[in-house]
Nanobody, 123 residues
Framework: QMQLVQSGGGLVQAGESLRLSCAAS????????MAWFRQPPGKEREFVAA????????SYADSVSGRFTISRDNAKNMGYLQMNDLKPEDTAVYYC????????????????WGQGTQVTVSS
């Protein structure tokens, strides 16, 4: 059973950058598509970005397109979310997830989840 362990996150000011990492173990990470979701305070979980298993195709939510970049290094069993020009509305708990449904934004299609990491952006 594959496990995902997240790192990164924290408190930053608006306009700054952060990189989230997602380390996979116990499974064949390179066979899985990967995504990042987030849950803002008091709101439902929402899609952020996704990347297919080979890394050639990505998808982004409109709210982060042009500011966030999803990537992966299958040789290291790692996934990343580079977040630039952060805004207060990006404040949320961020989750990485793995599945086999391409770059879908439907969170029910992902069956392995990281533990979540808090990102707080102050104005």
């Amino acid at each position: 059973q594959m496990q995902l362990v997240q790192s990164g996150g924290g408190l930053v000011q608006a306009g700054e950058s952060l990189r989230l990492s997602c380390a996979a173990s116990g499974g064949l990470f390179y066979r899985y598509d990967m995504a990042w979701f987030r849950q803002p305070p008091g709101k439902e979980r929402e899609f952020v970005a996704a990347i297919i298993w080979m890394g050639g195709s990505t998808s982004y939510a409109d709210s982060v397109s042009g500011r966030f970049t999803i990537s992966r290094d299958n040789a290291k069993n790692m996934g990343y979310l580079q977040m630039n020009d952060l805004k207060p509305e990006d404040t949320a708990v961020y989750y990485c997830a793995a599945g086999n449904s391409g770059t879908t934004s439907d969170d029910s299609m992902y069956d392995t989840w990281g533990q979540g990491t808090q990102v707080t952006v102050s104005s």
